[in-house]
């Protein structure tokens, strides 16, 4: 059985400027991923079918049931009749630990609090973020279009969220997409991990609007700045506010504004 396609071509009839006419357009898929660890059901996401095992891994990262990727025992990508399990193994302490507190998601790409049987859950207290790293409002700009190149599933189809590190001593962008832009940040982080690089060196730059979840993931993973073209909720301020990150939102062609931390961000330039 074969893996889920990412992109799907489809018929449609455009009106456009008075005139229908026939025309062709490519379409982001989205299936069904269930996440289990030995062989037991923790979550079941609506994502787009590429970049999987990074899903899993930054998923068990940015959830908490591994601290490390060494912690992941073993690690398959299965497709199955109705969508794909990413199948994994953990070591024996982290397997015990998760049993303790396992729980089942389920839910729609854009919601990232499925799932979630407590208050505390959702408003946990997050780690602080320790880094001595400063940007200037350049390298702002170029993270943004170090984005835009890395977006090859959206300039297809218009249609999926993206998420990019961005580290001074590297040209280009690691870039991950998805349907949903939680999925989009777990991705990233398990790309990162799994290359080895250290959160506190660089940033992550993100297509949508900073909510809570996706400053709860940037604590978790470490990152001390978190850029995003659009607008951020007031929680998502607090929160990054609390945590040590930098929140750049607004983040467009003709600038950006700092909500949290300014003093990592060097506007002399």
């Not at 299936?31 to 079941?44: G, I, M, N, P």
């Not at 994994?88 to 507190?101: F, G, K, Q, Y």
Request: proline share 4%.
């Amino acid at each position: 059985m074969g893996m889920p396609i990412s992109v799907t071509e489809a018929a449609t009839m455009v009106w456009r400027r008075g005139a229908a006419a026939a025309g062709r357009r490519l379409l982001p898929e989205e299936t069904a991923v269930v996440l289990t660890y030995d062989r037991a059901s923790f979550a079941v996401m609506m994502a787009s079918p590429a970049s999987l095992e990074d899903f899993a891994v930054g998923f068990s990262l940015s959830e908490g049931i591994v601290a490390g990727v060494s912690e992941i025992a073993a690690l398959e990508i299965v497709a199955l009749p109705d969508g794909v399990e990413c199948r994994m193994s953990l070591s024996a302490d982290r397997c015990a630990a998760l049993a303790a507190r396992r729980r089942y998601i389920a839910g729609p790409a854009g919601c990232g609090l499925c799932g979630i049987d407590s208050l505390a859950q959702a408003l946990r207290t997050l780690p602080a973020v320790a880094s001595d790293l400063r940007v200037s409002a350049r390298q702002i700009e170029i993270m943004l279009e170090g984005m835009a190149r890395g977006q090859t599933m959206n300039r297809d189809t218009r249609a999926v969220h993206a998420a990019g590190f961005w580290t001074a001593d590297r040209p280009e962008m690691l870039v991950r997409e998805d349907i949903g832009r939680h999925n989009a940040l777990d991705k990233l982080i398990g790309a990162v991990a799994r290359r080895g690089d250290a959160a506190c060196s660089g940033a992550v730059c993100m297509t949508s609007r900073v909510s809570i979840e996706l400053v709860q993931k940037a604590a978790v993973f470490g990152v001390p700045l978190l850029v995003a073209i659009s607008v951020p909720t007031a929680h998502a301020v607090r929160a990054a506010e609390a945590a040590g990150i930098t929140l750049v939102a607004v983040a467009r062609d003709d600038g950006f504004e700092v909500f949290t931390h300014p003093a990592r961000v060097d506007f002399a330039e």
